[in-house]
């Protein structure tokens, strides 16, 4: 059993931020966005400054970017918002599903309003790129050796490099074991660019992305191997890594987002019992 201690970092607000009503996904669950302004609410400063809350409708919002469009989704179907300087809001606009998908879900939009997330059916999870109007499945990595059965999109840079997951079939001859890695896309457009993998340190097996923020735009990535908090660095179109961040002495630490070197998450410990 896990036990919460709390946040480690406490990140100060911005002028846009979005998120949900409710931790729990839940039929009445509303999307929220938070813009700064006077209002009259128990957020407000002394100055009476403080921040107007606005529900978008049922759904979930994800992200949001420097120009002020909102991902996330919406009655199951990825969705973007528009706000406007003074803060009107509109959409829901949806996006759409790959190949007749039943669901998806947007996760992260960058500055050139690029967006990212994933699109789930019979099959599982696939994921997207968003731009100009239409969604593409981004590449897989398939070989004679290894198939791709899912893949998931967390977050794009400023550069449009896609950071994710891959869970994998992989064989040598005899076996065949199923995988889970974090990736980045350097080229998400691309249909014959394939995603490197981002391998987990020695004596570690497997790796996946615990946080939605996962790739900065310097191309640092930040995920979980097993109990350690680890960082790949991209490089001249290759990977450098990974660094052990944290290395818990018990329980975990689950990264949420970084920046400027700085990790933000959530710790927990592990009772007995």
């Not at 059993?1 to 009445?28: E, F, H, K, N, Y």
């Not at 909102?70 to 918002?81: D, F, H, N, P, T």
């Not at 993998?197 to 640092?220: C, E, H, M, Y």
Request: some cysteine; aromatic content about 4%.
């Amino acid at each position: 059993m896990q036990r919460r201690l709390g946040a480690l970092l406490l990140i100060a607000p911005v002028l846009l931020a979005v998120g949900c009503s409710d931790q729990l996904v839940t039929p009445s669950q509303e999307a929220l966005f938070n813009h700064g302004g006077k209002n009259h609410d128990s957020s407000k400063g002394d100055d009476g400054s403080g921040y107007e809350i606005t529900t978008l409708g049922q759904g979930s919002a994800n992200a949001v970017n420097r120009g002020g469009t909102i991902v996330g989704s919406s009655s199951g179907i990825a969705a973007r918002w528009e706000v406007d300087a003074a803060g009107n809001i509109s959409g829901p606009h949806l996006l759409g599903t790959l190949g007749g998908d039943p669901r998806s879900n947007a996760t992260d939009i960058n500055d050139e309003a690029t967006i990212v997330g994933n699109s789930s059916g019979p099959n599982g999870s696939r994921a997207f790129v968003y731009s100009a109007g239409q969604m593409v499945a981004l590449p897989s990595l398939q070989g004679a050796d290894t198939i791709t059965l899912e893949s998931r999109a967390a977050s794009i840079n400023v550069s449009g490099v896609v950071a994710g997951e891959l869970r994998l079939a992989i064989s040598d001859g005899v076996r065949t074991d199923t995988v889970g890695y974090a990736a980045v896309w350097l080229d998400p457009m691309d249909p014959d660019s394939e995603p490197l993998l981002l391998l987990p340190p020695d004596g570690q097996t497997g790796s996946s992305l615990a946080i939605r923020k996962a790739i900065d735009d310097n191309g640092v990535v930040v995920g979980r191997s097993g109990q350690l908090t680890v960082r790949w660095t991209i490089q001249d179109g290759g990977i450098a890594g990974p660094e052990t961040l944290y290395d818990p002495v018990e329980g975990g630490f689950w990264p949420w987002g970084h920046a400027g070197g700085d990790v933000a998450g959530e710790s927990f410990a592990t009772q007995q019992g």
